[in-house]
């Protein structure tokens, strides 16, 4: 977990001029996915109004969708933003345009950068540009673990708490990137099973 600035206070109103904590999914599977993941991390650090408070580790994980594709790394971070969830999307997307992303209609294809709006403070919303929590929260290890080692406590908005989420999904195939410059690339293991915090353990 990487602390990124000091914690101001925050609250979880949607109101335009008081922030509220986001949390948002990262991934990438194309051109280097680990440096896509750490300039994405920045560039979100200067969106307009909007903070990185901490983020996950990074995760390589197996492609979920067509399996004949690059494993991808994945990661979690926390926001406080003051965009409103709807300019907040749009800024994700400019992101993942400005690093490359190219959308060939293959659902879950290979990607430069993926970057998907998964809470807005305690939103719930259906619209057809925007799905609160995001659908895929509940069942995705490459979400549920990297937001578990940042939020443990988390309650998830009409579906309950991340520790009963995490029971029911499996960690199978997730690994913690070794990222240390000293070290050569590799990956660690993380503990399978309930517990929110993956283990390190060299392979
Ligand atoms: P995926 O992340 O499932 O691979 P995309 O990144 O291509 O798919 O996003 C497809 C659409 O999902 C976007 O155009 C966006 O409008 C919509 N969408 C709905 N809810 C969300 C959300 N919470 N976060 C990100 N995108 C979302
Ligand atoms: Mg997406």
């Given at each position: 977990m990487n602390a990124a600035h000091p914690t101001a206070p925050l609250t979880q109103s949607a109101s335009a001029s008081q922030a509220v904590i986001c949390y948002v999914g990262l991934g990438a599977n194309l051109d280097h996915p680990v440096a896509q993941l750490q300039r994405a991390l920045q560039a979100l650090d200067r969106l307009p109004g909007t903070r990185l408070r901490q983020h996950s580790q990074l995760y390589q994980n197996p492609p979920m969708g067509p399996i004949d594709q690059p494993d991808y790394v994945n990661a979690v971070a926390e926001l406080s933003s003051t965009l409103d969830p709807f300019a907040l999307l749009q800024a994700l997307q400019d992101l993942e345009q400005q690093q490359g992303r190219t959308r060939n209609?293959?659902?879950?294809?290979?990607?430069?950068?993926?970057?998907?709006?998964?809470?807005?403070?305690?939103?719930?919303?259906?619209?057809?540009?925007?799905?609160?929590?995001?659908?895929?929260?509940?069942?995705?290890?490459?979400?549920?673990?990297?937001?578990?080692?940042?939020?443990?406590?988390?309650?998830?908005?009409?579906?309950?708490?991340?520790?009963?989420?995490?029971?029911?999904?499996?960690?199978?195939?997730?690994?913690?990137?070794?990222?240390?410059?000293?070290?050569?690339?590799?990956?660690?293991?993380?503990?399978?099973?309930?517990?929110?915090?993956?283990?390190?353990?060299?392979?």
């Open positions: 209609g293959v659902r879950w294809g290979p990607r430069t950068l993926d970057l998907d709006l998964l809470l807005y403070g305690q939103q719930q919303m259906q619209h057809p540009q925007l799905t609160l929590p995001h659908p895929g929260l509940p069942m995705r290890a490459f979400v549920l673990y990297p937001l578990a080692e940042i939020a443990p406590t988390l309650n998830i908005p009409g579906l309950g708490s991340l520790t009963t989420l995490l029971a029911h999904c499996p960690a199978e195939g997730l690994q913690p990137v070794l990222t240390h410059p000293q070290q050569p690339c590799g990956v660690w293991q993380v503990q399978v099973g309930a517990s929110a915090a993956p283990r390190k353990a060299p392979l």
